[in-house]
């Protein structure tokens, strides 16, 4: 666990610290490379890695300028996407003004263009965001693990996506929940991008892999902000619009032993720092960590996914273009609601 120091990331004076009990769990092995990836089918995403990934080797400043550009000029091609957006956007802020709105989604765009170098430098150059990160609320993940408790870490789809993975683990070790790829050769490259980050990786389809993580007292990251339906999920209001919301960490909850159940807090990444970074200037990052959820889950699965999106819908409203609106969040409504994407 990272100490306050002058090398370390910013803690509050005064939190408590994890006990060696609750040191780094061991670094997942990577995948195999397998010969079908070399295959004409996926030539396509070679060369885009190839040609992305030594830009990751130039400053951060000029990073961030590739970032802008590129989430521009996504904006500008990707018509779906961009509808999605403002969809979605005029669901969740109709009191903001249709221009106001169309600001707010080109921003997403931007902010997840520079998302695409926050990830890659978390997975190939990590030591780059050292000392760029702070946090609040530490001491309720670090309590919870020094009563012996398993931490379930509600997360979102946040446009920086692994390297908020990358600046939690500056502070605590967690393992992580997530939905395997089609692609077999993009889901290799996310899944041993992600051995840097993360002490274990668990397939949302791994039940035996998620029990034993919380029987061993694990941190576990798990995100249940998009829409897979109602086979798993409830309706619950999220932005003031009714959402399928999976119930998976109500379950989740319910597992470990009686003495020490699982503790349920949500975690924020934030960047601070504007998306034109000044000359000479780093980066800037906070992580919130909310105190854990009180008589959580209780006896009505509704109740509870209302409670876990009003805690998500705070979070993202700290800065929403830094969420991913592109998601089609609001496909499946109740009965009688059309398709408003189409």
């Known amino acids: 666990m990272a100490t306050n120091n002058s090398k370390s990331p910013a803690i509050p004076a005064g939190t408590p610290t994890i006990t060696q009990n609750h040191k780094r769990t061991a670094q997942a092995e ?56 403002l969809i979605n956007l005029r669901l969740a802020f109709p009191e903001k003004p249709e ?14 263009g520079i998302g695409v170098f926050e990830t890659l430098c978390a997975w190939f150059r990590p030591n780059v965001f050292t000392r760029t990160v702070s946090i609040s609320g530490l001491q309720h993940l670090v309590n919870a693990q020094n009563d012996n408790r398993p931490v379930i870490l509600l997360g979102a789809h946040y446009t920086m996506l692994d390297l908020g993975g990358l600046l939690s683990a500056q502070f ?32 949302s389809r791994d039940m035996r892999s ?24 409830v309706m619950a209001p999220f932005f003031g619009v009714p959402a399928a919301t999976i119930t998976a960490a109500r379950r989740m909850a319910k597992l470990g032993n009686k003495q020490h159940p699982p503790a349920l807090m949500a975690l924020h990444t934030y960047r601070q720092t504007p998306d034109n970074l000044p000359r ?31 805690i998500l819908e705070g979070l993202i409203r700290i800065d929403p273009t830094q969420w991913m609106w592109f998601h089609r969040r609001f496909k499946n409504g109740p009965d009688g609601r059309t398709d408003i994407y189409k």
């Open 172 to 203: 605590f070790p967690v393992d992580c929940m997530y939905r395997p790829q089609n692609n077999p050769l993009l889901d290799w490259f996310i899944y041993n991008g992600r051995t840097t980050i993360f002490g274990k990786q668990i397939s």
């Open 30 to 85: 990577k995948k195999p490379f397998e010969w079908q990836f070399l295959l004409p089918k996926y030539w396509g995403i070679w060369l885009l890695f190839f040609f992305i990934l030594p830009m990751i080797y130039l400053p951060l400043r000029w990073q961030f300028w590739l970032g802008r550009k590129l989430g521009i000029l996504v904006y500008t091609i990707a018509g779906s996407r961009r509808r999605d957006t």
């Open 99 to 112: 221009a106001e709105r169309e600001l707010m989604a080109k921003q997403v765009f931007v902010n997840q």
């Open 210 to 233: 998620l029990v034993t993580s919380i029987k061993a007292g694990h941190v576990i990251w798990y995100s249940p902000d998009q829409d897979y339906g109602l086979k798993q999920g």
């Open 280 to 310: 000479g200037k780093r980066p800037h990052y906070h992580l919130t960590i909310t105190p854990a959820l009180e008589n959580y889950p209780s006896n009505d699965e509704v109740a509870d996914a209302t409670r876990v999106n009003e």
